[in-house]
């Protein structure tokens, strides 16, 4: 049978398109399995995390990464924090230099890995002390260019002040910030010390002494003990010097007999009461003065120029706290000091005075609101004098007339106490009422006589402080106030 041409010709082209067809499919499946390589930019399968996988090491020390893969190359992006070299197909060596956080990338023929590595400070030789001394505190010790950082928890506060101290004398030139914490520690930071200067003073002198003279035209004489100071015969003038009457002085101008007797009683007291207050920051120190100044003539090398320099006196307080947990440790210096122009010298035809100085210095812990009495004096001073005329003194009965003594006895107390006390800032209603209107406090009244020395201490004054509050009377009160009187 025959077939004409034309459905040969579609049969023969509908043949060939299903076996072009048929061989694209199947090349098609053959490509699926082959994964296409990757790109040098395209990130690793660990960055859909947003994290990588973490290689810790400390400055100094070295560490082995494993991959499981053959490495071809590795980079890091600070070279000056840590060194990475590939020691075999599947190890890489890590050499820690500084402290600091970098990345580390690993390539391979088909893979590629980041890592995050971590290099830490290592242990100083100051914390490696710290943690011998005081074994079982957490005491951690970090560095700056400049300062030396002490923070974590100690179980007291003499640790926490000892560890500062061992970190200050280890770094001579470094700052130490102690951020120790303490059990019951305080958040403020502020110290009001209150100073109390305390002295009295008694003094008593008893002084009893005779001495006799005779200035006649032909013969003079006199009998004293020189404990005290007699007249003096002038035989140029013809006549008698007393350079001191005594207290008690006879003297017959026709026949020239005389005598002075020295018998004197002295009492007295000093008491002073010095209280200054001082508020200093913690680990600051401050200064406080109430005096003043005096002049002090100096003669300058040779050529005899004289320039003044001031000296100060009056009541002075330094001191500088330093809030250890519950405890407050001071180093303090309160001074109290006047003038004494009895003990004075005389330059140039000028008076300088003398100082009368009491102070102390010393290093104390206390606790809040506790008192010490950081200096105390108590001076006894006994002197007593004889003076006695050998021979005469023995006298029965006149033997005493010969004799002359002197009794001095002085006695001083000081004490000076110290407060230190945690305070903070007073909010504007808390702030007190302060004094305006100043008493008399001479004439023992409180109201003065008109012109008189207490009226010139009045006066009235405003202050930036809340304005009292009004009190609330009574109705009743009031009432029986309106209806008083007199009838």
């Given amino acids: 049978m025959e077939l004409s041409p034309a459905p040969v010709v579609r049969a023969l082209t509908a043949g060939a398109f299903a076996a072009a067809f048929a061989f694209a499919g199947v090349a098609s499946h053959a490509q699926v399995p ?4 990757p790109q040098p930019g395209a990130a690793p399968a660990v960055a859909a995390t947003g994290e990588y996988p973490k290689v810790s090491l400390t400055a100094g020390r070295s560490t082995v990464l494993a991959t499981d893969f053959n490495i071809s190359r590795v980079a890091i992006t600070n070279p000056a924090i840590a060194d990475a070299t590939v020691v075999a197909p599947r190890e890489i060596l890590i050499d820690g230099k500084a402290a600091g956080t970098i990345s580390l990338i ?19 030789a100051l914390q490696q002390n710290l943690q011998t001394l005081f074994p079982g505190e957490d005491i951690q010790v970090s560095t700056s260019e400049d300062s030396t950082i002490l923070s974590g928890q100690v179980s007291s506060t003499n640790i926490m002040l000892r560890a500062g101290e061992i970190a200050a004398a280890s770094a001579s030139k470094r700052s130490v910030i102690n951020l120790l914490q303490v059990p019951g520690g305080t958040e403020s930071q502020q110290v009001l010390l209150q100073v109390r200067f305390a002295e009295v003073n008694r003094r008593v002198l008893q002084e009893l002494g005779v001495s006799f003279f005779m200035n006649k035209p032909n013969w003079a004489g006199s009998v004293t ?5 007699a007249p003096a015969i002038n035989d140029a003038a013809g006549g008698t010097t007393f350079s001191d009457l005594l207290n008690l002085f006879v003297f017959d101008r026709k026949d020239g007999v005389g005598g002075v007797v020295r018998a004197l009683e002295s009492r007295g007291a000093f008491q002073s009461l010095a209280e200054p207050n001082l508020i200093a920051y913690n680990n600051q120190e401050a200064s406080f003065l109430a005096g003043g100044e005096f002049p002090v003539p100096v003669v300058q090398g040779a050529t005899g120029t004289v320039s003044i320099i001031f000296k100060e006196f009056g009541i002075r ?12 440790r001071l180093k303090v210096k309160p001074e109290v000091s006047a003038l004494d122009f009895a003990n ?8 300088i005075p003398a100082l009368t100085t009491r102070r102390a210095e010393t290093d104390v812990e206390l606790r809040d609101g506790q008192s010490f009495a950081i200096a105390g004096l108590l001076d006894n001073i006994s002197q007593e004098d004889r003076s006695a005329i050998p021979f005469l003194s023995k006298l029965p009965v006149i033997g005493t007339l010969f004799k002359s003594k002197a009794e001095r006895a002085e006695q001083t107390e000081l004490m000076v106490l110290i407060t230190p006390r945690l305070v903070r800032p007073l909010d504007p209603d808390e702030v007190p009422p302060l004094p305006t209107r100043f008493k008399p406090f001479i ?3 409180d109201q003065p006589k008109p012109g008189g020395a207490g009226g010139e201490f009045e006066g009235t004054g405003s202050v930036d402080a809340p304005e009292p509050k009004p009190v609330d009377v009574p109705a009743d009160k009031g009432a029986k106030k309106k209806s008083g009187g007199k009838k």
């Fill in 34 to 37: 082959a994964a296409p390589a």
């Fill in 106 to 124: 690993v390539w391979g023929p088909d893979n590629r890995s980041q890592y995050d590595l971590i290099v830490e400070q290592p242990v100083t």
């Fill in 225 to 229: 003990t020189q404990q005290f100071s």
């Fill in 317 to 328: 307080l330094t001191f500088k706290p330093t809030i250890a947990g519950d405890a407050i």
């Fill in 344 to 351: 004075g010298v005389s330059l140039g035809g000028f008076r």
């Fill in 443 to 445: 004439g023992g009244t």
